[in-house]
């Protein structure tokens, strides 16, 4: 049996159409919702990305303002742009481009960004009130998978959900997100005895550790849905994710393709929460 191919292409593309009916409602109230993206340094993976917020942004019109930085840029020079764009009225969401470079302090920069435009979900408050079940800023690749699984009908309630990695940028906010559809989760990681045996209880099977074909074939339980959170470039050169797709497929009934998953959803879910953002500055009523 092949699975059925979660598209997230196709997904995004809904998600980003019903925004885009959002955005031209509040142009027409007079707001324009705006993402600050801050890019440190010359990364070629995390310049490409950009790239594609920037380019996303503009297709919704949704006002994107990137601040490209040199990477000899100090912590506090870096801290005083966060300042800036946390004290501008006229930016909704700021995103600071991980990884920074070396020497500049991650988490004291993301502690920065006010939890009120705090779209990338990473923030103490945001994650705080994921773990309390309160409406929030949802990190957007776990967010995003979840969309999918509820685009085509998989229902976590009373099922086994195993998460393979434990990032805070995905694998333990998804185990949280699954957990408040009430899955049974678990959370595997590189310390995991027994990866295999864990996996192959997955009626839900996320992965998040960025190693090509860290899942095979013989590790996916007949009939699950698999959602492959990983990008990583093979030997040649291509694009592919953490599960060794071809034998996955066979056993999955439902399988994510890389591209074409989590990617396209993460950057929808980014202008979603810019969206929201921009009504919540506005005092309009949102759907978190
Ligand atoms: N680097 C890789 N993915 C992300 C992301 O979703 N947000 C930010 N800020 N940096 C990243």
Known sequence: MAAELIDGKKVSAEIREKLKGEIADLKSKGIEPCLSVVLVGENKASQKYVASKEKTCNALGIKSIAHKIPDTTTQAELIAVVDRLNADPAVHGILVQLPLPKGLDEKEVMNRISPSKDVDGFGPDSLGKLMLDEPGFLPCT???????????????????????????????????????????????????????????????????????????????????????????????????????????????????????????????????????????????????
């Open 142 to 288: 776990p967010h995003g998978a979840m969309k999918m699984l509820e685009a085509y009908n998989i229902d976590p309630g009373g099922k086994h959900a195993v998460v393979v990695g434990r990032s805070i940028i995905v694998g333990k906010p998804l185990a949280l997100l699954l957990l408040q559809k009430h899955a049974t989760v678990t959370i595997c990681h590189s310390r995991t005895p027994n990866l295999k045996e864990e996996c192959l209880k997955a009626d839900i099977l996320c992965v998040a550790v960025g190693r090509a074909k860290m899942i095979t074939g013989d590790m996916v339980k007949e009939g699950a849905a698999v959602i492959d959170v990983g990008i990583n470039v093979n030997e040649e050169g291509k694009i592919v994710g953490d599960v060794d797709f071809d034998a996955a497929k066979e056993r999955a009934a439902y399988i994510t393709p890389v591209p074409g998953g989590a990617g396209p959803m993460t950057i929808a879910m980014l202008m979603y929460n810019t969206v929201m953002s921009a009504k919540m500055a506005n005092n309009l009523p949102v759907d978190m």
